[in-house]
Structure formats: structure tokens, C-alpha cells
């Protein structure tokens, strides 16, 4: 007889204990440091209001995360309800060689000087964020949640009522339009 553990829940030990990796774990998938913290006080008070719901099956913080998880979306379907459901329609080109996760590059791992290469990863992560905010607003969120949070597709499609394919059309011109922006602000000649 193989009896799972039975986890209990310590609200009191909750913000000592998680609040650090919960702004963390939220901050890279909203990119504000106020919204980040709004919803890790808002992950502790849902928490609160549904401790009595707690089955002991999973451990507290993996319990907490997925409260947490729930409140990115509901951020972000709120972005999308308030921005309506109309879709920009632009012309986008396919470069064969170009085209790929080129967001994902990393800085050349020779250079010897640790500040430049932190100043450069500091300054590259500025640019690709301010090529994402200019995306339309369904694009960034669509291309938040599915390439950087890892959101699943079925997820991110229920949640925002798309089909795959309207995702899939949306990540690439999302993709184009950082490409050339990208193009545009950083890999300046």
C-alpha cells in the first residue's frame, strides 16, 4: 500500500518562503515589475480564499504556482478583451536562413570582459523588449506566452479562443516583425 505524502499548507511561512521565487517565476513572463508583484499578492490571496480546497497532493508551492499561473493568464486575457478581438492583418516575407529562433541567440561565450558582455546582454535585452512592445498587442501577448512563458498551444488557444492555426499565423509575424526590428535597432551596420 503505497500512501502518497500528504502535504499541509503554512500561510504564514508563504511570503518568507515563496514570494522570491514566485516574482521570479512571473516576472519573466510579464516583464513589469509592478504587474509581477500585483500578481504574486494577488497568487497569496487566492491562496488564502481557497486553502480549505488545498487536497494535500501536491506541494505547496507547486500548489501556489499553479494559482499563479491562472492569474499570468487571466492577466493577459484581460489585455486581450480590452484591446477586442480584431486581428491586424499585415504582409509578411519568409527568409529562409533568417527566419528561426534567432531571439534565443546567446552573446559569443569568448569575450573576457564580464561587465561589457553584461552591459551587451543588458542592452540587447532592452531592444528586444521595446521590438516586442511594439508588436500589436495580440501579437506580444500571443508570442509571450508561447515562446517565452512555454505556455502549450492548447492552453494558450483555449484561453485566448483561437484556433492553432490563428496562433501559429500570429507567432510568425509576430517573429517577422522582431526579426526587422530587431534588423533595425540592433544588427545595425
Known amino acids: 500500500m503505497d500512501k502518497m505524502k500528504q502535504h499541509i499548507l503554512n500561510p504564514n511561512k508563504w511570503i518568507d518562503e515563496y514570494a522570491d521565487y514566485l516574482f521570479n517565476y512571473t516576472i519573466t513572463r510579464v516583464n513589469n515589475h509592478d504587474t509581477?508583484?500585483?500578481?504574486?499578492?494577488?497568487?497569496?490571496?487566492?491562496?488564502?480564499?481557497?486553502?480549505?480546497?488545498f487536497?494535500?497532493?501536491?506541494?505547496e508551492r507547486t500548489w501556489l504556482v499553479s494559482i499563479l499561473?491562472?492569474?499570468?493568464?487571466?492577466?493577459?486575457?484581460?489585455?486581450?478583451s480590452a484591446k477586442g478581438q480584431a486581428e491586424v492583418k499585415l504582409s509578411f516575407y519568409t527568409d529562409g536562413e533568417n527566419e528561426g529562433n534567432w531571439i534565443e541567440e546567446r552573446v559569443p561565450q569568448s569575450w573576457d570582459n564580464e561587465?561589457?558582455?553584461?552591459?551587451?546582454?543588458?542592452?540587447?535585452k532592452d531592444?528586444?523588449?521595446?521590438?516586442i512592445d511594439n508588436l500589436?498587442?495580440?501579437y506580444a501577448m500571443v508570442f509571450r506566452m508561447k515562446t517565452i512563458q512555454q505556455f502549450e498551444t492548447e492552453e494558450i488557444c483555449k484561453e485566448l479562443?483561437?484556433?492553432s492555426s490563428n496562433l501559429?499565423?500570429?507567432?510568425?509575424?509576430?517573429?517577422t516583425q522582431l526579426r526587422r526590428c530587431m534588423e533595425k535597432n540592433w544588427f545595425k551596420n
Open 115 to 124: 561587465a561589457e558582455k553584461s552591459i551587451e546582454n543588458d542592452e540587447l
Open 55 to 59: 487536497q494535500g497532493k501536491a506541494s
Open 69 to 80: 499561473k491562472r492569474k499570468i493568464i487571466d492577466h493577459y486575457r484581460k489585455i486581450n
Open 168 to 175: 501559429w499565423v500570429m507567432i510568425h509575424r509576430a517573429r
Open 127 to 131: 531592444t528586444l523588449e521595446k521590438c
Open 36 to 53: 509581477a508583484k500585483d500578481l504574486v499578492q494577488e497568487t497569496f490571496f487566492a491562496g488564502l480564499r481557497a486553502k480549505d480546497n
Open 136 to 138: 500589436p498587442e495580440k
Open 161 to 163: 479562443d483561437i484556433t
